[in-house]
């Protein structure tokens, strides 16, 4: 079956940077829009960037300013460029995709999430 897979989470020092990728474990039909929520120790999940397959973009408030969302279609792959990392960016960041993996209907799936720590 059909599974999205992130990479790219780690430790990092405030200040620092992180590029995040994630794409299907295998080819799929197609994909219309992507994107990356995040979930941090008892909080709240919250939508940290969504991208379309046309690269329409949007972020959540905190997160315009400092992160990047991109894709490369023929990859069926997004990213997530993280600068200027802070201590609150600290939490399980999970992708998530609207796929099509027979042609019949579109359905959202969800990867097992990458940890991010923002720590000295």
């Known amino acids: 079956q059909v599974q999205l897979v992130e990479s790219g989470g780690g430790l990092v020092q405030p200040g620092g940077s992180l590029k995040l990728s994630c794409a299907p474990s295998?080819?799929?039909?197609?994909?219309?829009?992507m994107g990356w929520h995040r979930q941090a120790p008892g909080k709240q999940r919250e939508l940290v960037a969504t991208?379309?397959?046309?690269?329409?973009?949007t972020y959540g408030s905190s997160m315009k300013d400092r992160f990047t969302i991109s894709r490369d279609n023929a990859k069926n792959t997004i990213y997530l460029q993280m600068n200027n990392l802070k201590p609150d960016d600290t939490a399980v960041y999970s992708c998530?995709?609207?796929?099509?993996?027979?042609?019949?209907?579109?359905?959202?799936?969800w990867g097992q999430g990458t940890q991010v720590t923002v720590s000295s």
């Open positions: 991208i379309t397959k046309s690269g329409s973009t």
């Open positions: 998530y995709a609207d796929l099509n993996a027979s042609g019949y209907a579109y359905g959202d799936y």
């Open positions: 295998e080819r799929v039909f197609s994909i219309n829009d």
